[in-house]
């Protein structure tokens, strides 16, 4: 698994690799899962509610996630008084982005998590874990009502991992920052697995139990624990919302103006009305570099739509933009 996990991030440098390495990659995340489905299996038939089958739900909901299987079930996690509240949040998001725009999916599966609730009132100990906290319901109701509102600039700050209440995010530099606020996880910049460093985990394939085993005697540091897989997890179906969230604002707004400016004051307001990735600017104590930085993100997404032919640009004046009718 660790192998696995390994390759994502590495890119092919032997000639003739280029094509082969995803296929490749793909099929060894979809064995990975596979293994990993027998092994709830396993602990479901024999009932087992340790801290050992928690990881085994855990971390298969959060691979499939970021393998972006297309093939498998999604893996449902079991609440449990240990379980991290943050991973439950990560089936719905995946309904929001896979139903997107419809939440109708959304809503069924916030609500059979409600009925199961209410069912358990007569056990506070279950009822207590089938919920998610107020806090978290209270964002995510926030931001599924950006959504259908259209208050894109809102759906901006709701969309990013700082805006979730509780999240742990670890100290990081700009580029993690990047990869984890607005970047799909290509697990080379946010992964703490280097070449020759050595981890909690020693998996294989064929043992993939072995991957979930606690190891009491080494530090957590290795990029399969759990905290790590729930933000990774969030992160990546975050960026996909706000991809498709991006180009619902660009749909309204490219029909409400004739034109864009690229000018500091309203490309700080286009980049954060499409959601655009303005990370570069984090870490930036110069006014000035900051918004060059949220210039140079909306140039970028100009000469996209330029390329498409939905705006050119306008002749004799810089940073301008004329939207192409009937595009």
Same mark, same amino acid.
């Given at each position: 698994?660790?192998?696995?996990?390994?390759?994502?991030?590495?890119?092919?440098?032997?000639?003739?690799?280029?094509?082969?390495?995803?296929?490749?990659?793909?099929?060894?995340?979809?064995?990975?899962?596979?293994?990993?489905?027998?092994?709830?299996?396993?602990?479901?038939?024999?009932?087992?509610?340790?801290?050992?089958?928690?990881?085994?739900?855990?971390?298969?909901?959060?691979l499939f996630i970021l393998f972006e299987s297309s093939r498998q079930f999604m893996p449902l996690v079991p609440h449990d008084p240990e379980t991290p509240p943050h991973i439950h949040i990560i089936p719905l998001l995946h309904h929001l982005v896979t139903a997107y725009p419809s939440q109708r999916s959304y809503y069924a599966y916030h609500d059979s998590l409600q009925m199961k609730k209410t069912s358990h009132d007569s056990d506070p100990h279950v009822a207590a874990e089938s919920g998610l906290p107020p806090d978290l319901q209270s964002w995510l109701s926030d931001?599924?009502?950006?959504?259908?509102?259209?208050?894109?600039?809102?759906?901006?700050?709701?969309?990013?991992?700082?805006?979730?209440?509780?999240?742990?995010?670890?100290? @990081?530099?700009?580029?993690? $920052?990047? %990869? +984890?606020?607005?970047? #799909?996880?290509?697990?080379? =910049?946010?992964?703490? @697995?280097?070449?020759?460093? $050595?981890? %909690? +985990?020693?998996?294989? #394939?064929?043992?993939?139990? =072995?991957?979930?085993?606690?190891?009491?005697d080494?530090?957590?540091?290795?990029?399969?624990?759990?905290?790590?897989?729930?933000?990774?997890?969030?992160?990546?179906?975050?960026?996909?919302?706000?991809?498709?969230?991006r180009q619902s604002a660009w749909s309204v707004l490219k029909k409400s103006y004739l034109e864009f400016g690229c000018g500091s004051e309203s490309a700080a307001w286009l980049a954060r009305g499409l959601s655009l990735p303005t990370s570069l600017t984090l870490g930036m104590s110069n006014v000035a570099s900051a918004e060059k930085a949220k210039s140079a993100d909306l140039e970028g997404w100009m000469s996209a739509r330029c390329a498409q032919g939905e705006v050119k640009r306008k002749e004799g004046v810089v940073g301008r933009w004329v939207v192409c009718r009937g595009r």
């Open positions: 698994m660790q192998d696995v996990w390994r390759q994502r991030s590495d890119h092919a440098r032997i000639s003739g690799e280029e094509e082969k390495a995803p296929q490749r990659r793909e099929s060894e995340e979809q064995n990975v899962l596979i293994l990993l489905r027998k092994l709830r299996e396993g602990v479901s038939s024999t009932n087992r509610r340790d801290a050992f089958a928690g990881r085994v739900y855990q971390t298969s909901l959060c931001l599924t009502q950006s959504m259908r509102r259209g208050t894109w600039l809102r759906f901006n700050n709701l969309s990013q991992l700082s805006a979730i209440p509780g999240l742990p995010l670890p100290s @990081l530099n700009n580029e993690d $920052k990047l %990869a +984890l606020e607005f970047a #799909s996880p290509d697990l080379q =910049s946010m992964s703490p @697995l280097t070449p020759g460093s $050595k981890s %909690a +985990l020693t998996p294989t #394939s064929a043992n993939p139990a =072995s991957a979930l085993a606690p190891k009491s080494h530090p957590i540091s290795d990029p399969l624990d759990i905290p790590t897989l729930i933000r990774l997890s969030i992160a990546h179906l975050l960026h996909t919302l706000r991809s498709k969230g």
